[in-house]
């Protein structure tokens, strides 16, 4: 053969496809398509041959542009297990079989966990069965491993107690969380026998991977089909169907699942067909100012529309709960904290980063830099990172970032702190420094939209309020393109997928639901986990593998061992007082002052007189009691309240535990009081928690209080009248030759509204802007503040 034959027969073998006659996907070489078809041999096959299929079919690597394990540093080093050698007489637990009079039902026996201890094989194969089995332990991926850990612990005594009483948790279960919290409804079931599932990919993924999913969705199918069993010791406890509901991720992860284009494609999005336009500042990228473009059809991710990059059919339309578009939903983490969060900010640091793409860029080549929106004077810049700093003290453990100053370092920023950034942040220190009023109000409209895409409960007022805010948001930005005062550049995709926010959650429901937030979490608190049990710095991604599979055959791990090491402390019935027949069901936590004599004794500095006297005060505005129907004297002070999932703390629990680093004791309530008119209102105030404490009023009915100390002067920001600002008392300013009082209140626990954080007021030390935590002050704050007459 000549040269020249052989040149081209290469290329031909190179060039040469191979398609699978059961499926669509298609193979480079004959071997890889054998391979292949061995998945589809569920009946022959033999767990040697699937493992060798998916080992030659699957190779994990990171994708750089996916960013999804944002929530934690976790490194990208690649590990694989081929070293791996599988004993396939290991019994695994909760392995489905089949039985006659069951047809094709999948029956799990229940009865086989029946310890707490696992072996590194077993851990692999618990709640995941066959469903998981085929792939994970031939190639287990970085984030199957630790999300698993994670599904272990956390449901692991559940299901114990669970099968003890013979009783298992189920859609209903689930369901009736999701209802409680939510009024949004997306996919409805009447059946309460059903088992509602999402993927959500990690930051590792297999380059094919559509074989990678294969077994997934074929189990899925069948599961749709026949539904599953569960068994106890012979005994059925619950009978189920089992849908796939969505797939979601980060955008590059979901464009490989749908057989999409690139975000950096013409036409990139995937819930529409707008096509991007080119950049007039740069030579790459694609951006999307087109709202109005129809979405894409089912069928073409049925069939197909490389016209309008859609490859191939998706792997997912096999499934009878495809529902096109929507099925592969947003992910508030990526899109809303990472994306949008750094967007904002990317637009605002333009002198601190030298950044010109959201310039416009003339003709000549020169930057329309005098007329940009979003500049903001590097002195300013400054002061707002100074202000980050020094409210840290000020904000609770329930803002879940760290309100690091990012102007000074950017470096370890996480999603959680982007997300802080956007909605506590924006709205307080960055928009007074914007340089005009209609710049203002269009990034506190895209602030406040974010705020309710994030809620559990959305109306039709607020949907249509959401929808509002992200179009005002959209028009400035399109307005300002076309003023030729702002680059194309700044119509993203994260900034395109906004508009389908509303769509989104109308079809599969609130956004927190599908969340990734969980997940990436987790895979954070194991690498630390796993990191500081080790030795010389060993790669924690890598130890978080080691963790739960090397050395199966001989090691076992003790989950309870584990969990103790991140486990808070058991609280017995001492620990804690309920308040009889109260629906908010409040709790005062220890420590405990027991019986103090409000006549006599001292409460936390606090003369016990000065507090008999605010409390005949909160009597006397809420019920009318005059003083000699005041009741017992006697009361029990706590440091703690826990009431609707948060724990509040207060000034006696700092003092005893010297906790000085975060802003638990600070809350927002309303005072009930009578005006001139004889008509009860409500007013917001903002104070610090001194202490909680229990009192039997004159009728012998017990009450849960709070002892406050109330902030000097409440008001609403000049550039928003929904945002509240409060000025507390100096700490060292002397009237009169005298040092500044308190004022000291007593409230109702439940007239507390918010746990709230306090940011700093650049101008003045003592003054400070309020924020509470996924919640938007959406009132005119000014019309109903209060103040320390009505106290």
């Not at 081209?8 to 193979?27: A, E, G, H, W």
Request: glycine share 6%; proline share 4%; net charge negative.
């Amino acid at each position: 053969m000549s040269s020249s034959n052989a040149s081209q027969q290469r290329d031909r073998i190179s060039t040469q496809q191979y398609q699978c006659d059961q499926c669509v996907l298609f193979f480079d070489n004959y071997q890889k398509l054998q391979n292949h078809k061995r998945i589809h041999r569920g009946d022959s096959a033999t767990m040697t041959e699937i493992d060798q299929s998916i080992l030659d079919d699957v190779d994990m690597y990171h994708d750089e542009n996916d960013t999804s394990n944002e929530d934690e540093s976790v490194s990208n080093s690649e590990y694989t297990m081929e070293s791996m050698e599988l004993d396939n007489t290991i019994s695994y637990k909760c392995a489905c079989n089949f039985e006659g009079s069951e047809g094709e039902a999948h029956i799990y026996d229940s009865s086989q966990i029946s310890t707490n201890t696992f072996t590194k094989a077993e851990l692999m194969s618990i709640h995941l069965s066959q469903l998981m089995l085929q792939h994970r332990i031939a190639r287990a991926a970085y984030r199957d491993i630790v999300q698993f850990i994670n599904t272990v612990i956390r449901d692991h005594d559940d299901i114990m107690m669970e099968i003890t009483k013979a009783k298992i948790s189920h859609g209903e279960t689930v369901d009736a969380l999701l209802k409680s919290k939510s009024s949004v409804k997306g996919h409805e079931y009447t059946n309460k026998y059903l088992l509602q599932l999402a993927i959500l990919p990690g930051p590792k993924k297999p380059t094919h991977l559509d074989s990678f999913l294969i077994p997934i969705i074929n189990e899925l199918r069948d599961l749709e089909a026949h539904g599953l069993v569960v068994k106890h010791n012979g005994v059925e406890l619950c009978r189920s169907k089992v849908y796939l509901l969505l797939a979601s991720g980060d955008i590059p992860a979901v464009a490989d699942m749908a057989h999409i284009g690139s975000h950096t494609s013409l036409f990139g999005c995937r819930f529409c067909e707008t096509k991007g336009k080119c950049p007039t500042n740069r030579r790459h990228g694609m951006y999307f100012d087109d709202i109005s473009a129809w979405l894409r059809p089912l069928e073409d991710f049925k069939v197909g529309n490389p016209s309008k990059n859609i490859y191939q059919p998706s792997v997912y339309t096999q499934l009878s709960t495809f529902s096109g578009s929507s099925f592969f939903a947003l992910d508030e983490l990526h899109l809303i904290a990472r994306g949008i969060g750094k967007l904002v900010y990317d637009l605002i640091t333009v002198t601190l980063t030298k950044e010109t793409k959201f310039y416009y860029t003339h003709s000549d080549n020169t930057l329309n830099t005098t007329e940009y929106p979003f500049h903001i004077q590097r002195a300013d810049l400054v002061t707002i990172g100074n202000c980050i700093t020094s409210s840290r003290k000020y904000i609770p453990t329930s803002f879940q970032g760290s309100f690091d100053n990012v102007f000074a370092k950017i470096d370890g920023t996480c999603a959680v702190d982007w997300l802080d950034f956007l909605l506590y942040l924006v709205p307080t220190l960055v928009v007074p420094y914007l340089p005009n009023r209609a710049v203002k109000t269009a990034l506190l409209s895209l602030m406040k939209g974010c705020v309710l895409a994030l809620q559990w409960t959305l109306t039709s007022e607020l949907f249509d309020e959401m929808e509002s805010y992200f179009k005002h948001w959209h028009s400035f930005l399109y307005q300002q393109v076309q003023n030729n005062t702002l680059s194309h550049s700044v119509f993203q995709p994260v900034q395109h997928y906004l508009v389908h926010i509303p769509y989104i959650i109308k079809q599969q429901g609130p956004l927190q639901c599908y969340s990734t937030r969980s997940m990436e979490r987790v895979i954070g608190v194991f690498s630390k986990l796993i990191k500081s049990k080790s030795k010389g710095g060993r790669n924690a991604s890598f130890l978080v593998e080691l963790f739960v599979i090397h050395n199966y055959t001989s090691t076992a791990i003790s989950i309870c061992d584990e969990i103790n090491l991140i486990r808070p402390k058991p609280y017995g019935r001492e620990s804690y007082m309920d308040l009889p027949n109260d629906p908010s069901g409040a709790q005062l936590w220890e420590p405990f002052h027991q019986f103090v004599n409000l006549n006599d004794d001292s409460v936390e500095g606090v003369g016990g007189p000065s507090v008999k006297e605010a409390l005949l005060k909160y009597y006397r505005r809420t019920t009318g009691l005059t003083g000699h129907e005041f009741g017992d004297s006697v009361v029990v002070v706590a440091a703690r309240l826990w009431m609707d999932s948060t724990v509040y703390s207060s000034c006696m629990y700092r003092r005893k535990k010297n906790e000085t680093s975060c802003g638990n004791h600070y809350v927002m309530f309303t005072c009930p009081y009578r005006n001139n008119r004889n008509v009860i209102v409500h007013s917001w105030l903002v104070g610090t928690v001194q202490f909680y404490f229990q009192h039997v009023d004159f009728y012998g009915f017990p009450h849960f209080l709070a002892f406050m100390e109330v902030m000097k002067e409440h008001d609403a920001a000049g550039h928003d009248s929904s945002v509240p600002i409060v000025k507390q008392r100096s700490q060292s300013t002397r009237t009169l030759g005298h040092q500044t009082q308190p004022t000291y209140a007593v409230i109702s626990v439940n007239d507390i509204c918010h746990q709230v954080g306090l940011v700093q007021y650049p101008p003045n030390g003592n003054q400070f802007y309020v924020i509470a935590p996924y919640y938007i002050f959406n009132n005119n704050m000014r019309i109903t503040k209060g103040n320390l007459s009505i106290l």
